[in-house]
C-alpha cells in the first residue's frame, strides 16, 4: 500500500515532497516519521502514516491519507524498473498492482464529516491506464490486480463502480490481459460482480472460498471467463 501511494503520487503535505520521482528519504519519512531536528523527546513533526492490520492477517499495512483534493501523478518508477530488470535477465515476470478500489476503500481521510474515497475513482483508474500502457510498452503479457477489498462486505454502487473502473481498464489496454486477484474470504454478494469483469483471469481464494467454487464456476461459464484459483 506504500509502495502503490507512492506510484500515484498520495504523499501527504507534512512530508515535505514537492513533486517528481518520490525519494528513499521521503519514503521513509512516510514509514516512520521524521523526528525534530536537535530533539530527543521523541517529538515527529511529520508524524508517520497510520499502521493497521491488513484484512485478518497479523501483517500490517501503512493506510495511506487521502482528502477531497487529492491529485493523482506518476510518482515512482519502481514496477517498470522491477519488470525491466528481470527481462534483462531473461524473465517475463507479470506485475502486481493493489487494485484502485483496494486502494481507496483502505485509504483514510481527516475532513471533518469525511468523504467518499469512490469520488476519487475516475481520477485513479486514468493514473492506473498510464502504468498500464506503460507496462505493455515494456513488453509484459499480464498484470496482476489485487481487489482483496472484494472478501468485504460491499454496497451495490461499490459493486457498481468496481465493474466499471474495470471495464474502462479493459477496453483502454486490450493488448495486456489483465488478472483479477481476490482472497482473504468469500466473495458472498461481490461473486456476480467479480466474475462478470472483462478480464483476462479470475484469482479466487479456493481454500477460504471453497463452499462458493461450483457457482462462481458456473457464473464464470456464462460470462465465458476461466478462473484461476
Known amino acids: 500500500m506504500l509502495d502503490t501511494a507512492v506510484l500515484v503520487g498520495a504523499v501527504p503535505e507534512r512530508f515535505g515532497w514537492k513533486g517528481g ?10 514509514a516512520r516519521g521524521e523526528p525534530e531536528a ?9 508524524v508517520a502514516l497510520e499502521m493497521t492490520k491488513w484484512f485478518d492477517t497479523n501483517y500490517h499495512y501503512l ?15 519502481k514496477p517498470f524498473e522491477e ?11 507479470k506485475p502486481v498492482l493493489i487494485g484502485p478500489v483496494t486502494f481507496l476503500l483502505l485509504s483514510k481521510s481527516h475532513e471533518p464529516g ?18 498500464l500502457l506503460r507496462l505493455a510498452r515494456e513488453g509484459a503479457e499480464w ?7 472484494l472478501a468485504t462486505d460491499l454496497t451495490f454502487g461499490q459493486r457498481a463502480a468496481l465493474a466499471g473502473a474495470y471495464e474502462r481498464l479493459a477496453a483502454t489496454v486490450p493488448q495486456l490481459k489483465l488478472m483479477v486477484a481476490t482472497y482473504f474470504g468469500e466473495l458472498r454478494d461481490n461473486l456476480a460482480t467479480f466474475a462478470d469483469l472483462p478480464v483476462a ?18 457464473t464464470s461459464r456464462r460470462t465465458r471467463l476461466s ?3
Open 63 to 77: 493506510v495511506p491519507e487521502l482528502h477531497t483534493g487529492t491529485v493523482f501523478r506518476l510518482a515512482s518508477n
Open 83 to 93: 519488470f525491466a530488470e528481470a527481462k534483462a535477465l531473461g524473465f517475463v515476470t
Open 143 to 149: 498484470v496482476q490486480i489485487d481487489e482483496p477489498i
Open 201 to 218: 483471469g479470475l484469482h479466487v481464494d479456493a481454500v477460504r472460498g471453497a463452499a462458493e467454487l461450483d457457482r462462481l464456476l458456473a
Open 227 to 229: 478462473p484461476w484459483a
Open 38 to 46: 536537535g530533539c530527543d523527546c521523541g517529538q515527529a513533526p511529520a
Open 114 to 131: 469525511g468523504f467518499d474515497p469512490l469520488s476519487l475513482l475516475d481520477s485513479l483508474v486514468e493514473l492506473y491506464l498510464e502504468v
Open 21 to 30: 520521482p518520490v525519494d528513499a528519504a521521503t519514503y521513509f519519512k512516510m
